[in-house]
């Protein structure tokens, strides 16, 4: 088991910042490859970004590109989300995940656990 514990979200203008953490505990955080999702209001979950166990590789989603950008640090057992250039639509809750699978994957159905999510809202 892994326990997940988002943190970091809040109200923010558009244009603005906000750093987003995922703290874990249980098994060993470096084990897993780890995702951030996001779900607007109405809207089904979608996939935002995504990093190998090890930090070498990432992927993101087409909407976050360029502006988003994951990370973790094993040692601290924490992954983060560093968004920037926020605009209205980046509106939801967002969930961090973590995946056993040998493969980076997008789809929900690739995570294994699950953080309880953390509000953003942005502002126009």
């Known amino acids: 088991q892994v326990q997940l514990v988002e943190s970091g979200g809040g109200l923010v203008q558009a244009g603005g910042s906000l750093r987003l953490s995922c703290a874990a505990s249980g098994r060993t955080f470096s084990r897993y490859h780890m995702g951030w999702f996001r779900q607007a209001p109405g809207k089904e979950r979608d996939f935002v970004a995504t990093?190998?166990?090890?930090?070498?590789?990432?992927y993101y989603g087409d909407s976050v590109k360029g502006r988003f950008t994951i990370s973790r640090d094993n040692a601290k057992s924490t992954l983060y989300l560093q968004m920037n250039s926020l605009k209205p639509e980046d509106t939801a809750v967002y969930y961090c995940?973590?995946?056993?699978?040998?493969?980076?994957?997008?789809?929900?159905?690739?995570?294994?656990?699950w953080g309880q999510g953390t509000q953003v809202t942005v502002s126009s």
């Open positions: 990093i190998s166990w090890s930090g070498g590789s990432t």
């Open positions: 995940a973590a995946s056993s699978k040998w493969k980076l994957g997008s789809g929900g159905y690739d995570y294994d656990y």
